[in-house]
């Protein structure tokens, strides 16, 4: 972490950088949702840490035997009862709110989130792409058609798109899954369109996900990380502020908009 003068000057270049910018896109990992009391993934108290990362076998099973699968996850997996419940019980933090303000305020065009919580919408950010899926959403395998998860009636197994009659599945991505391509396309054509890329509370080991900031850097877009742990892209970042999302972004939008930030 920094010392306070650092991480005043970071938060300062920072906001300067922001308030430059034409079309800043914001990268986010579980990091930001750290605050609101959603375990991480990696690092000590990561859930993939405790549990070990999950196998490709649930994407495997899906497409042997949709029913099979469903039958699984409506069994409830003891295992992510946790991870699931801290998602139920979470609110949105300071980190989001001002993500929400920064795009209010016209300074933040596009978030794509790894996230599946919800927290970004919740907070009042619009324009998102979740790369990795939504937990509160279905989605068809066939025409990618999205719906609520609790619109799906569970009574025949597995339930089927209403538009195209196709497998739906949870929209959360799991390991061994296509990105769908309609996120995926999102995803470039932001990178594309961005004059500056800020990376929030990732590992920045996950891709697609961490390639889109090394796609705009290499085209000299400025990066700005906000961790307070080191990650493969901190080389490449031009301003580091090694601080929490919760501390770090409600300082930049009071730089910003002085008295804003305190909300
Ligand atoms: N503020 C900012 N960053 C934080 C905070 C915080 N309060 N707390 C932790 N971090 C940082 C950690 O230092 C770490 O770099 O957030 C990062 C979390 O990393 P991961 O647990 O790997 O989560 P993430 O990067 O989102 O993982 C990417 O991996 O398994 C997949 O689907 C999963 O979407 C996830 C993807």
């Known amino acids: 972490m920094h010392e306070p003068d650092e991480l005043s000057n970071a938060i300062e270049a920072a906001a ?12 986010v990992g579980a990091g930001l949702s750290a605050e609101s009391g959603i375990p991480t993934f990696r690092g000590g108290e990561g859930i993939w840490t405790k549990l070990g ?10 497409n042997q035997d949709p029913a099979a699968w469903w039958q699984e996850a ?5 295992e992510f ?6 998602i139920d019980d979470a609110t949105p933090n300071a980190g989001h709110r001002a993500m929400a303000d920064l795009e209010a305020m016209g300074r933040l065009a596009h978030i794509i989130t790894q996230n599946i919580d919800n927290l970004h919408q919740r907070a009042g950010s619009r324009h998102i792409t ?3 899926g939504n937990r509160y959403l279905v989605r068809c395998m066939s025409c990618g058609a999205r719906d609520r998860l609790e619109s799906v009636r ?3 197994l597995p339930p089927l798109c209403p538009e195209c009659g196709g497998f739906l599945k949870n929209d ?28 929030v509370g990732t590992s920045a080991v996950v891709y697609p996900a961490a390639e889109f900031p090394v796609i ?48």
């Open 16 to 27: 300067a950088a922001i308030a430059r910018s034409g079309h800043a896109v914001a990268l």
């Open 53 to 62: 990362e999950p196998t490709f076998d649930g994407w495997e099973l899906f």
């Open 74 to 78: 409506i069994s409830f997996k003891q």
């Open 81 to 86: 009862a946790e991870f699931n419940r801290a």
């Open 130 to 132: 979740e790369i990795h």
């Open 154 to 156: 569970l009574d025949r």
């Open 172 to 199: 959360t991505v799991m390991f061994g899954e296509p990105i769908p391509e309609d996120a995926l396309r999102e995803c470039y054509r932001q990178t594309a369109l961005c004059d500056l890329f800020l990376v």
């Open 216 to 263: 705009a850097c290499r085209r000299g877009v400025p990066l700005i990380e906000i961790n307070p742990e080191e990650t493969p892209l901190s080389g490449l970042a031009s301003v580091v502020i090694r601080a929490t999302a919760g501390q770090s972004l409600p300082a930049i939008v009071e730089r910003l908009v002085p008295g804003r930030g305190r909300r």
